[in-house]
Antibody
Framework: EVQLVESGGGFVQPGRSLRLACTAS????????VSWVRQAPGKGLEWVGF??????????QYAASVKGRFTISRDDSKSIAYLQMNSLKTDDTAVYFC?????????????WGQGTLVTVSS | QSVLTQPPSASGTPGQRVTISCSGS????????VYWYQQLPGTAPKFLIY???QRPSGVPDRFSGSKSGTSASLAISGLRSEDEADYYC???????????FGGGTKLTVL
């Protein structure tokens, strides 16, 4: 069974950092890209960024709203993806979901984690 | 303001057919596949439609997708109470070099 489990969320003050983890199981993690998508309270979905699989260079791409502050990485040996969030702002308050994709097969965001809540407040 | 425009709400009665639109531009819908997701209250989104009109296994054939030019639509026929959810379209944007989601449509089954 495919599973994605996020962890690391919590309460943090503006300007501080937080690292989220996405632990995968039930599939060959290294074959897939991983995206982070967030949802502010009562709002819609916002793509944050992704990391491609090593087969596609393992490169990353980010939304303009987080570029330069957030970094996505992966450890295929542990089947974990990370979202390092620096210089956090109150606008970053959201539930953060990790999701996988294999775009060449049309499998874009086909499985999602349950999400982890990040609250940025003073 | 989202790059993709969806109506904020839609409604129908059980058994009816409803459609949800997603309007974009030549840099996203006009040149790439559209994907749809269903989000039930308090849960993670669920993969509903891929590559404009393909259904993953397990998704009922009551759900269908289509695309024409720079717009796409999700249709739900034989509406059921359990279809009450938020629906999002998503597509790659060539100018932004990233994925974009529509603002979401809250479907109410009356």
């Amino acid at each position: 069974e495919v599973q994605l489990v996020e962890s690391g969320g919590g309460f943090v003050q503006p300007g501080r950092s937080l690292r989220l983890a996405c632990t995968a199981s039930g599939f060959i993690f290294g074959d897939y890209g991983v995206s982070w998508v967030r949802q502010a309270p009562g709002k819609g979905l916002e793509w944050v960024g992704f990391i491609r699989s090593k087969a596609y260079g393992g490169t990353t791409q980010y939304a303009a709203s987080v570029k330069g502050r957030f970094t996505i990485s992966r450890d295929d040996s542990k089947s974990i993806a990370y979202l390092q969030m620096n210089s956090l702002k109150t606008d970053d308050t959201a539930v953060y979901f990790c999701t996988r994709d294999l775009a060449v097969a049309g499998r874009v965001f086909d499985y999602w984690g349950q999400g982890t809540l990040v609250t940025v407040s003073s | 303001q989202s790059v993709l425009t969806q109506p904020p709400s839609a409604s129908g009665t059980p058994g009816q057919r409803v459609t949800i639109s997603c309007s974009g531009s030549s840099s996203n819908i006009g040149s790439n596949y559209v994907y749809w997701y269903q989000q039930l209250p308090g849960t993670a989104p669920k993969f509903l439609i891929y590559r404009n009109n393909q259904r993953p296994s397990g998704v009922p054939d009551r759900f269908s997708g289509s695309k024409s030019g720079t717009s796409a639509s999700l249709a739900i026929s034989g509406l059921r109470s359990e279809d009450e959810a938020d629906y999002y379209c998503a597509v790659w944007d060539d100018i932004l070099s990233g994925w974009v989601f529509g603002g979401g449509t809250k479907l109410t089954v009356l």
